[in-house]
């Protein structure tokens, strides 16, 4: 799947998530499957692909839900990006904080395990914002929805948002 088709199907699942997530009968879990059968229903994508895209969206909305003090303040989002909230380009920020906000409550009791440290690895789709490279410490920062790289530094592959 070409860079720009995942970013896309990225964006999709996360619209379909947020769709699904208003209905305060489904489970996070039950919300997700029903946005992987939206984005699997649009075509393109081998189910293998959603699955993976999927993994990426609850990856990044697991980060925001176990943040601490993170608010819709646009000071602490900006200091969970490290940059302007304002520079963000396509992305449906306030849907994904509202998946995030409604997800917060609902993986209380996955509190631990939500917390388990999940790397971001170069070749995954990430929503935006600022990642340290784990092997030498430079930072690389998006401003929309975006393929991770290599490490322009060390050539690393592993990263951790900053």
């Not at 996070?28 to 229903?41: G, H, S, Y």
């Not at 819709?72 to 906000?101: G, P, T, V, Y």
Request: net charge negative; charged share 30%.
């Amino acid at each position: 799947m070409g860079e720009n088709k995942l970013i896309k199907a990225y964006d999709d699942l996360m619209g379909h998530l947020y769709e699904a997530m208003d209905d305060t009968l489904h489970s996070v879990a039950d919300a997700l499957e029903i946005a992987k059968e939206k984005t699997a229903a649009l075509g393109g994508h081998t189910q293998e692909e959603i699955n993976k895209i999927a993994d990426y969206v609850m990856r990044d909305v697991e980060h925001v839900a176990t943040s601490p003090d993170l608010k819709h303040e646009n000071d602490s989002l900006s200091e969970w990006l490290k940059f302007d909230i304002e520079l963000i380009e396509n992305f449906a920020l306030e849907a994904f904080l509202d998946i995030a906000d409604k997800t917060r409550v609902k993986l209380a009791a996955l509190e631990m395990e939500a917390k388990l440290y999940h790397p971001y690895q170069s070749g995954e789709v990430a929503g935006p914002g600022t990642f340290t490279c784990d092997a030498c410490g430079k930072q690389i920062a998006f401003k929309s929805t975006s393929i991770i790289p290599a490490c322009p530094e060390c050539k690393g592959s592993s990263f951790s948002r900053c």
